[in-house]
């Protein structure tokens, strides 16, 4: 099977040494040279961790067209803020049964990668996935390196839609039998654990970030009373996840599940979370934490909640914050239900009873 | 003349030693007793600084009945949000023409503590009025101490209503000559810099105060993204100013009338002012920053703009999330138009020109 790997960052390099080391040919592709320059020179990765060695690559490349061409499957390991510019760029050199997988997506990149194809009018199939998150911890080196730290068990992920989960899963099993498909879409993609944890971190630490004061991002960073707030937004998806018929987002569930960690409360969680407690605040303030988790996470659930007509203080008041603080007007760059044209599927989730339990007035015509 | 001050912290002592320092009679009462308990024993202060000496107060107490008995002016010298229950509390023991002068009102502390004593019926007259801010700079010491570290030149100050000012000016201007009559009791309210400033940079940095590391609150706390904040939230009072008629509110003409200091930007004024630059910040996360000028600052604001059909999501943001850190629902907590019975009065400052100039569809009957 032939893979394209878009972006070579941590990540990216991490699945072209992982794919290369599985006998696989890889084109690797990134937008800027800087981060490919020492990879072309060198025709592939050096990777050191839980892989080690020097990995081929088929081809590393700027040129989109050429990554894509006569590929199986097309690995996009970005940014998820970049999903739409990639999607843009690449729909004209795509070609049929060609498999997308965003890694991850965040909450609706299947949605908006789908949706962006569609407009094209593209007649053959091609088959659109996002994983929940990267399967690998892993950082880029200088030149050509890249260090593996963890590759992870299990990655959940899901198609959109949901009916061409399994042909991806039955495609990719034997390569990546990390992946672990889920049956519905929707709970897959709104389960965004970077949306709760980042721009909240960020915001209520902004003062000492801005002013360039490195700290433990979780350690210090997240107190009893700024995970209050995580408290509060997690509630405020529940509202939503309840009215969808969504099992509810814990945070504390995720945490068990992910690091064998039980606690009951946010910041207790956070706090008990080996792998979190070295882990540095970013050396400046504006970072993906804010302008990835918030167009491509926060952004989205907004719009969703208002589309059910449940009110998101909370949330929208960290969007609105951290829209002045990037000077970035994210309502209007995120992700949205209108934007994605979302609306009919996601009526179709909504049951009356919920509507009533949750004393919301029925505002939206239930089929 | 004789004096009740109320409140024997920082504020209260220092006008105790000023008051008794020009001879004239102060009784000094503190709802707590461990505030007091070493004054009472001295009967009287010890102030170091700017005035130097013992200075005997006539009474200290917790009783207030006693404290505001026979006075001609009660000092209330307490943080804002205490204001309502001193109302509550020392009305029953008012008599005829004594004046209350509130250091500092905040927002609308005239028109609250007028409201409560309205309510009560009493039929004699009462002269209310409010500064602008603390006369003194100063610190309580141990024991029955407190250091002077400035008396400010000139303290605005008006009188609600409006018309009661000079009567207030007229009476007090011997003792207290800095006091400086503003004939808009509306504007002068609304001008208060202590809202501006302190919620927000708490807000983000509460991380680092919460987890207990001090930091310097302007100085390191006051970046340039942090500050784009306090921009914003100027704009936001402005619009409200404009409809109102009132002069723009500019941070930066306060700094250069109040420390010489000529910038044009918020982060450039915070940073050049002197005394500003050691400021620690507090050693936990809720303290007066928040539960004072939220609920007599930023609440009335916000409050103000609703009335007014304007939208203020940046204050409101700080609102809510302040409101969350601390466990307090600032908006029911705080003053409002509707709980100050202001609804006529701003009504009558309005002009139809402004709503139009400023693209609002007029939402209010205009009187």
């Not at 053959?124 to 260090?147: D, H, M, Y």
């Not at 209050?228 to 945070?251: D, P, S």
């Not at 064998?260 to 882990?279: L, P, S, T």
Request: aromatic share 10%; net charge positive.
């Amino acid at each position: 099977m032939k893979f394209c790997v878009i972006g070579a960052g941590n990540g990216g390099r991490a699945f072209a040494a992982y794919l290369s080391s599985k006998g696989h040919p890889v084109n690797l592709y990134n937008r800027s040279f800087s981060r490919i320059a020492d990879i072309k020179k060198k025709v592939g990765v050096i990777a050191s961790g839980e892989i080690k060695g020097y990995f081929p690559c088929n081809l590393i490349t700027q040129d989109l067209e050429l990554a894509v061409r006569d590929v199986d499957v097309i690995l996009v390991v970005v940014p998820a803020s970049a999903h739409k510019d990639i999607a843009e760029k690449i729909v004209k050199y795509l070609s049929q049964d060609q498999i997308i997988l965003l890694n991850p997506g965040r909450t609706f990149g299947a949605v908006e990668f789908r949706r962006i194809i569609e407009k094209k009018g593209i007649a053959f199939p091609i088959f659109i996935a996002e994983t929940q998150t990267l399967l690998f911890t892993s950082r880029q080196l200088k030149k050509n390196g890249v260090k593996i730290l963890k590759i992870k068990d299990l990655v959940d992920f899901s198609s959109f839609p949901n009916k061409d989960t399994f042909f991806v899963y039955d495609t990719l099993k034997d390569v990546l039998p990390q992946l672990n498909p889920v049956d519905d879409y929707l709970e897959m993609t709104l389960n965004n654990i970077g949306m709760l944890l980042h721009p909240i971190i960020s915001l209520l630490n902004a003062g000492t970030m801005d002013c360039g004061k490195e700290f433990k991002f979780y350690a210090e960073g997240a107190t009893p009373r700024t995970c209050e707030i995580l408290e509060t937004i997690q509630n405020e998806f529940n509202k939503i996840f309840k009215i969808l018929g969504l099992k509810q987002f814990r945070f504390c569930n995720w945490v068990n599940k992910s690091y064998g960690v039980k606690k009951k409360c946010i910041y207790d969680a956070i706090q008990n979370i080996k792998v979190y407690e070295n882990i540095n605040s970013p050396k400046q303030l504006i970072t993906r934490y804010f302008t990835e988790d918030i167009p491509t996470g926060l952004v989205p659930i907004s719009s969703l909640a208002k589309f059910l007509g449940i009110e998101t203080p909370i949330i929208d008041s960290v969007i609105n914050l951290s829209s002045v603080l990037c000077g970035i007007n994210f309502k209007n760059e995120g992700r949205t239900i209108g934007g994605l044209d979302l609306e009919e599927i996601i009526k179709k989730r909504i049951t009356t009873e919920e509507l009533i339990d949750l004393g919301i007035k029925q505002k939206i015509p239930i089929n």
